[in-house]
């Protein structure tokens, strides 16, 4: 439980000469997730924080409203070498799960999009606003992000291959840091430790992904509540129109002292602007 890397034999080559060594692989492993008992996913992740995954899940997905509508979580086998099947018991009075929703997900999980393809789907089931939150970050601060994100990453300093998300407060201090194959799983898992904390809503707080931002990671920030989100690659448009309409930050390239800010640049505080030659 909890085994998040791999040992598996390899030939290095180097100018030619091979020799046989070792390496240190993410493990990856699916995980289904149930709700009452009804499956309603199947995602390939890297073991450890199944808890916090599947909690983010439910609520960024919109399965729950809030962290209190879960009961309890348990893994479902006997076995403990084989931690792939967790149920998410619902509080006393909260709906159970669609079933015909819970086909969408477990046929689309893969994506880490899950069947959402509506804006106005996720801005109207979203229990929060960001568009009114106070946050003001600025670019010094947002420039300081990847590095310390980079620092927290101990898996992908032995394996090199996988996706983190950061959860940073006003001040650029890390608040929560996760790794997994999955940049979708990052968020959850990030969003899930949230919820368990009872943290939620993240008012005033920014979100890092270690990759590309899409439409599916700014929607599961916005069902946190986080009015920030940066990446250190591209968003893409459908992320780009979402976080607009929402009033959400959103920051694409962050890299070193560069970046572009595709929506709520309002909250980027201390820019000189200079008009385009």
């Given at each position: 439980m909890?085994?998040?890397t791999v040992k598996r034999p390899v030939l290095r080559v180097d100018a030619g000469v091979g020799r046989e060594s070792f390496d240190a692989l993410v493990a990856e492993e699916p995980l289904e997730l149930r709700v009452g008992g009804v499956p309603v996913s199947v995602t390939m992740r890297t073991p450890g924080n199944d808890f916090e995954l599947a909690a983010g899940f439910v609520l960024t997905e919109g399965l729950v409203a809030r962290p209190a509508d879960v009961r309890a979580m348990?893994?479902?086998?006997?076995?403990?070498?084989?931690?792939?099947?967790?149920?998410?018991?619902?509080?006393?009075?909260?709906?159970?799960?669609?079933?015909?929703?819970?086909?969408n997900f477990f046929t689309s999980s893969s994506c880490g999009l899950c069947g959402?393809?509506?804006?106005?789907?996720?801005?109207?089931?979203?229990?929060?606003?960001?568009?009114?939150?106070?946050?003001?970050?600025?670019?010094?601060?947002?420039?300081?992000?990847?590095?310390?994100?980079?620092?927290?990453?101990r898996v992908f300093d032995a394996t090199g291959g996988l996706h983190a998300a950061g959860l940073f407060d006003a001040q650029g201090a890390l608040v929560c840091m996760r790794e997994d194959v999955g940049r979708h799983n990052a968020f959850d898992k990030v969003i899930g430790w949230a919820a368990l904390e009872g943290r939620l809503p993240l008012t005033s707080h920014v979100i890092l992904a270690s990759g590309r931002a899409g439409f599916e990671l700014v929607q599961k920030a916005l069902m946190a509540g986080i009015p920030a989100l940066a990446a250190v690659s591209a968003p893409s448009s459908l992320a780009v129109e979402l976080a607009d309409e929402a009033g959400m930050t959103l920051v694409g390239f962050l890299r070193g002292d560069r970046m572009n800010v595709y929506a709520g640049d309002r909250r980027v505080t201390r820019l000189e602007l200079r008009t385009a030659d």
């Open positions: 909890g085994r998040n348990r893994y479902c086998t006997p076995d403990p070498q084989q931690y792939n099947v967790l149920d998410v018991e619902l509080a006393s009075g909260v709906a159970p799960v669609d079933s015909s929703a819970a086909r959402k393809a509506s804006i106005d789907a996720v801005r109207t089931r979203s229990p929060y606003s960001v568009a009114d939150d106070p946050l003001r970050l600025s670019p010094t601060i947002l420039a300081a992000l990847p590095a310390r994100l980079r620092e927290a990453q």
